[in-house]
C-alpha cells in the first residue's frame, strides 16, 4: 500500500516539473537589449509569461499577467511600456497585454527569416491597434 502511494506521488511530482515551462520568452536570446528587457519584466511579480520581440529598430512585448492581477493588466503593460521607453527612446516599443498578440508572438518564436519576421512584426502593430 506504501509503495503504490509512494510510486503514485513520484510520478505526480516528475509530470508536475515537466510540465513547466519558461515564463519569459524572447526571439533572441543573446541579443543585449533582449537580456535587459527580459531582466525589467522579472522584476514585475504580477507578469506571469511575456514574448519578447526585438528586430530592427522595434521592440514588442507580450504579457500575460496572473489571474488576480487581471482588472490592472492595461495599468501595467502601460508601466511596463514607460519603463521601456525610458531606456531605449529610439526604438519603436509595443507593450500589449491582449491574448490575440501573445499566440501570433508565440508563433513567431520559431521562425527563422528576418525578413518574415519583420512581416510579422508590422502585421502584430496591425493587430495591435485594432479593437475589440
Known amino acids: 500500500m506504501v509503495g503504490r502511494f509512494l510510486f503514485v506521488a513520484i510520478c505526480v511530482l516528475l509530470l508536475s516539473a515537466c510540465g513547466e515551462k ?37 521592440i514588442i512585448v507580450a504579457i500575460e499577467v496572473k489571474p488576480l492581477q487581471s482588472f490592472k493588466e492595461q495599468k501595467i503593460a502601460q508601466n511596463l511600456q514607460k519603463e521601456l521607453e525610458k531606456k531605449w527612446e529610439h526604438y519603436d516599443i509595443l507593450v500589449s497585454s491582449d491574448f490575440k498578440l501573445l499566440w501570433e508572438a508565440d508563433k ?25
Do not use: G, N
Not at 28 to 34: S, V
Not at 115 to 126: G, M, N, R, S, W
Open 22 to 58: 519558461e515564463r519569459i520568452v524572447a526571439y533572441d536570446e543573446q541579443d543585449a537589449k533582449t537580456i535587459e528587457i527580459k531582466q525589467e519584466i522579472e522584476k514585475m511579480t504580477s507578469i506571469r509569461k511575456a514574448k519578447i520581440i526585438v528586430a530592427d529598430s522595434d
Open 108 to 132: 513567431l518564436m520559431t521562425e527563422q527569416s528576418e525578413q518574415k519576421v519583420t512581416e510579422k512584426i508590422e502585421h502584430l502593430k496591425k493587430l495591435a491597434k485594432e479593437e475589440t
